[in-house]
């Protein structure tokens, strides 16, 4: 479920921290009550500490559906805010740079009555999100 080929996005959450995660679970199969699932859960943050900020304390979220898709025996989905995902943020800011500095394909926007100045915000307001990221996989208990 953690698994790096499990993610969406081509980012490894090994390389970040985990900010929030949420586990909706849809079990067809066997009973299951929600205390095994939040024991679950809590030896899962248990073991992987590390992948999980300190400064927000209670910060996954599960949830159980008793019925599941059609054909399986049991499904889960995993949504998770990790910090890796600045890599992602950071690969597309730099070629956004390249390509603005150049002026690519600009006149495009332009003549639709886009200002080059909001080409300047987007790229700065990519800069702090990464810079935000960067600031809460640093952070410790004692910072917030």
């Given amino acids: 479920m953690f698994d790096a080929k499990n993610m969406m996005a081509a980012s490894d959450a090994r390389h970040g921290r985990y900010l929030t995660v ?53 499904s889960v989905t995993f949504l998770g805010n990790s910090t890796a995902i600045q890599e992602l943020f950071k690969c597309v800011g730099d070629q956004f740079s390249l ?26 307001n990519m800069q702090d999100l990464v810079a935000e990221y960067q600031q809460y996989q640093d952070a410790t208990i004692d910072e917030t």
Wanted: glycine residues 4%; hydrophobic residues 35%; aromatic residues 10%.
């Fill in 99 to 124: 390509m603005f500095k150049r002026k690519a394909f600009l006149h495009w926007y332009t003549e639709e009555g886009m200002d080059e100045m909001e080409f300047t915000e987007a790229e700065s």
């Fill in 22 to 74: 949420s586990l909706p679970l849809a079990i067809f199969r066997g009973n299951v009550s929600m205390k095994e699932v939040e024991d679950h859960m809590h030896n899962v943050q248990n073991k992987n500490s590390a992948y999980f900020v300190e400064c927000i304390p209670n910060n996954a979220q599960t949830s159980q559906c008793d019925m599941s898709p059609r054909g399986l025996k049991m």
